[in-house]
């Protein structure tokens, strides 16, 4: 059958090209490694904790964002973020903390006009890694905040009244933002160069010899145990964006028009291609969750690990394939699947556990298949067994299945079309 | 036999193929020649059951390819205008793969991808990634790739543009070859010395409309010039144009600012009659040349244009 000469051929280039392979596998297996790295040397037994001193002029949405992230009963132990004023520069002199952020007067206002401004972050230099993962944290915010003032001012307008509420927003005001999150999200890279919120960051005072908060070194497992599962799923969002982007390749290349002219018909063309995009999505997300056995992760039972690789491939691969069936260039296609790959992964919880981020976020944490398949992970993790997790199985699979079948119809009809 | 029936299609507003017809005979080598945008890569896409047209039909020996594609397109061998072959495969891997499409398998497929590649010159690079080959040699991979299953009917589509005379030699050489062997082809191209050298009959074709199909002699009769006078000089504007036309035995292929091509009648009166009844015409006369009727002055007849852009 045609399919699977069409699967067979795009696992042969896989293997003609290790080094676009080996790379492809390699990013996610970087970036949560890296993670390992920074908070794997410090830290207790029970986690990491961040001391973040804020000092906030402007009562700012960042600002609230932070402090709303460190009260959650999640953080305990985690994160510690501290309200402080001008005393907080000489609490950094102390080595109080790991950083202090300053948000300045008028932050806000100028996020929201778009007029450049600056968050300051001072760092302890006495610490090596944590002053870091506030940087990098902050830098995220500011990124996103960057591209929240020109893309998406009205629907900061609607989260900022979110937080003045002393009640829960109305599901239909929470499904309406995201709604208009994600068309907006489209725009997006047009709109992140140059930033508008510029990261300043200083050091203060001289080394003090050990780190302020030493505490017993702790494995890298138990931190990849966190990090893992997130980077994982961007991995396999990532490997299911290289194998669809091919279809288009084909497209735009002629391939698909010289292998419509071969008895090949146009379903068994793409049956071959969703299986390549599944047999790749699920390889490589299994090897993701083998290189995090290997450093030690306790993943779960084997059985059900192996269930949520399979469902969260397919996930991946049905969201991919829905993208990829959208646009009319591969170039197209790879803008939007970053942004949707991104976008989803920060707020599905991927990068940021979901437990700490606000609260009004949890809902549309829930719309993104990213958050089905990272809590699978950590759930069966934390102890649960196949059965916590069915209910993930099932959103992934389907919601996955109904990507691909979808994806694959509007392909088919342009090739029916003969589009091509 | 592939019978081509009143294939029609457009793209929005632009009717890129209007009502073609014709037929390629079994074991003829069928030239089908036009101008860049005339309509030939649509045709032979909606042969070769790619586009699907938007009406007529196309019978590969009696068999709709619309209705049983893969029936048919077992038999059929096709080229394309742009290569399309996996750069970052090797020539053996594509051509190995394409091969499996056609249901062959170990070592037959084996013995017909190395007669293939030997075939256009590519033995000794069968094993390179087809990204680092040249462009003619990635034609000659994709030539080789249309005639692995050995079809019975070969659609090529100007498989020699852009490639050195060495190359196009060999195409050509190959493709005279395949067609000795019994190979019914259909040959696009918008090369008059091509279609005039390689092809038993020639179509053309102009924006999306056959003109006229028949042999090298049969077009050139059809056009009905025994001479083609191509005359240099001042022809502008629409009384140059008349006054040629007023001129016996004449008519008027094309008038221009630098030049003007007049064909002469074979019973009429002659060149001779002709020359001086342009002097005395009161044109701007430079210079005259005769022309023997070739495929060039049958398509300015048809169309008043030369075919070169
Ligand atoms: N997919 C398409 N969408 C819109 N217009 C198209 C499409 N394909 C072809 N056309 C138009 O149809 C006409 C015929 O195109 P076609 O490619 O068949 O010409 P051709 O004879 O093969 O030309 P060439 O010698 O340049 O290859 C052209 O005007 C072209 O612009
Ligand atoms: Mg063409």
């Known amino acids: 059958m045609a399919a699977f000469q069409i699967l067979r051929r795009d696992l042969l280039r896989y293997l ?103 968050i300051e972050v001072v760092k302890n230099p006495a610490q090596r890694f944590l002053p870091l993962v506030v940087e990098e944290g902050v830098v995220l915010g500011a990124t996103v905040l960057s591209a929240g003032s020109r893309a998406l001012r009205p629907e900061l307008d609607v989260i900022s009244s979110f937080l003045d509420a002393d009640h829960r927003p109305e599901d239909a005001a929470v499904a309406s933002l995201s709604a208009s999150f994600n068309r907006r999200a489209k725009q997006f890279d047009l709109y992140l160069f140059p930033p508008v919120v510029r990261l300043e960051a200083v050091d203060v005072g001289a080394a003090k010899g050990e780190e302020a908060s030493a505490k017993k070194p702790q494995g890298i497992a138990a931190v990849l145990s966190v990090f893992l599962p997130g980077f994982a799923i961007l991995g396999v969002l990532f490997l299911a964006q290289s194998a669809t982007r091919d279809m288009l390749h084909d497209r735009e290349t002629g391939v698909v028009r010289q292998l419509l002219t071969a008895p090949v018909t146009p379903a068994s063309y793409l049956v071959g291609k969703c299986l390549s995009v599944l047999v790749v999505s699920a390889a490589g997300l299994g090897l993701l969750v083998a290189a995090g056995v290997a450093a030690g992760v306790a993943w779960g039972p084997p059985l059900a690990v192996a269930a949520v690789v399979v469902a969260a491939a397919v996930a991946a691969s049905g969201t991919l394939l829905l993208v990829m069936s959208v646009v009319g260039s591969e170039r197209q296609g790879d803008a939007l699947a970053t942004i949707v790959i991104m976008s989803w992964c920060m707020l599905g919880g991927a990068f940021v556990p979901l437990a700490q981020m606000p609260a009004f ?36 699979a389907g919601g996955g299945a109904l990507g691909i079948a979808i994806g694959a119809a509007v392909m088919g009809r342009r090739l029916a079309r003969g589009a091509l | 036999m592939i019978t081509v029936e009143r294939l029609r299609r457009s793209f929005g507003d632009l009717v890129a193929v209007d009502d073609v017809s014709f037929e390629v005979r079994d074991g003829e080598i069928l030239g089908l020649l036009g101008p860049n945008g005339a309509g030939k890569t649509t045709t032979l896409c909606m042969i070769s059951g790619v586009l699907k047209p938007d009406s007529g039909r196309v019978l590969v020996d ?67 990634r087809v990204k680092s080959f040249s462009g003619g040699m990635k034609r000659r991979l994709n030539l080789c790739m249309g005639l692995l299953h050995r079809p019975r009917f070969l659609l090529l589509d100007e498989p020699t543009v852009g490639i050195d005379p060495q190359a196009r030699l060999n195409i050509l050489e190959v ?116 022309q023997r009727p070739n495929l060039q002055s049958v398509f300015i007849s048809l169309t008043g244009r030369e075919l070169r852009d």
């Open chain 1, 16 to 118: 003609r090209n290790p080094g676009r392979t080996a790379l492809l596998f390699a990013i996610p297996l970087m970036m949560a490694a890296i993670f390992a790295v920074v908070f794997g040397g410090h830290g207790d037994g029970d986690g990491i904790t961040i001391r973040v001193l804020l000092w906030d002029e402007d009562d700012s949405l960042l600002g609230r964002l932070l402090q709303g992230a460190g009260d959650r009963p999640e953080s305990e132990g985690r994160l510690e973020v501290v309200p402080v004023g001008p005393e907080g520069v000489e609490m950094m002199n102390r080595g109080d903390a790991s950083a202090l952020v300053h948000l300045p007067k008028g932050f806000t206002r100028a996020v929201i006009d778009g007029t450049p401004t600056a």
């Open chain 2, 62 to 128: 009696g068999r709709d390819i619309w209705l049983e594609p893969t029936v048919v397109k077992r038999h059929l061998g096709v080229v394309p205008q742009e290569v399309a072959v996996y750069e970052d495969l090797t020539a053996r891997d594509n051509l190995s793969f394409w091969g499996s499409l056609y249901g062959l398998s170990g070592s037959e497929l084996k013995e017909r991808v190395d007669e293939g590649l030997s075939r256009v010159g590519l033995a000794d690079r069968a094993g390179d």
């Open chain 2, 175 to 290: 493709i005279r070859g395949v067609a000795a062997g019994g190979t019914t082809v259909l040959y696009t191209t918008h090369y008059m010395e091509e279609a005039q050298e390689l092809c038993d009959r020639i179509a053309i074709i102009d924006h999306g409309r056959i003109l006229t199909v028949g042999t090298l002699d049969e077009l050139t009769r059809l056009a009905g010039e025994a001479e083609v006078l191509r005359l240099t000089g001042g022809f502008a504007g629409g009384e140059a144009r008349d006054r040629l036309q007023a001129i016996a035995g004449v008519r008027v292929l094309q008038a221009g600012d630098g030049s003007a091509m007049l064909s002469v009648a074979a019973g009429g009166p002659g060149l001779l009659a002709v020359l001086p009844a342009v002097l005395a015409s009161g044109l701007a006369l430079d210079d005259v040349s005769i």
């Open chain 1, 361 to 396: 976020l949890h809902p549309i944490a829930r719309t993104t298949l990213v958050y089905w398949a990272t809590s699978a992970f950590s759930s069966l993790i934390a102890g649960g067994g196949i059965a916590d997790i069915l209910p993930n199985l099932a959103v992934l």
